[in-house]
């Protein structure tokens, strides 16, 4: 759905390079247009602020979503990159200046994908009322 409103989609992993193919098999990527890389520096994920720590993984709120996605039938298989650092979701315009994040703040939190589509539709839009207003202007 992402693809089709004009969003390009790029996931930054924090593993290996060599796990970037397991990452796209078990998550059923099979679209060459969804670009994954991955920093095992973790100097993207430090320049974006997101979490990392023991707390975060292991702590009361993280257990909780641990046993909730365990009942839902989710694994946390992956043993590859820091274990302890947490993910999330930057959205950015055109050029290249981010409109919208997600952080995860503790294991288990779990982007709304209606929030991020719902981010997309409101920068298209936007994006639109600009160029009417530029072509309008001329």
Aim: hydrophobic content about 40%; glycine content about 10%; charged content about 25%.
């Amino acid at each position: 759905e992402l693809i089709a409103l004009g969003a390009r989609i790029v996931f930054i992993g924090l593993g290996s390079a060599q796990g970037i193919a397991s990452f796209r098999a078990k998550h059923r990527f099979t679209r060459e247009d969804i670009c994954i890389v991955t920093d095992p520096t973790l100097s993207l994920h430090n320049a974006l602020g997101l979490e990392r720590g023991l707390m975060k993984v292991q702590g009361p709120k993280a257990l909780f979503n641990r046993a909730k996605l365990g009942l839902q039938g989710y694994k946390n298989q992956s043993e590859d990159g820091d274990l302890l650092q947490q993910g999330g979701a930057v959205l950015l315009d055109a050029g290249r200046e981010e409109i919208w994040r997600h952080k995860n703040t503790y294991f288990g939190d779990v982007l709304d994908p209606n929030e991020l589509v719902e981010a997309v539709l409101q920068e298209r839009a936007r994006s639109s009322l600009s160029s009417k207003v530029s072509s309008g202007s001329q």
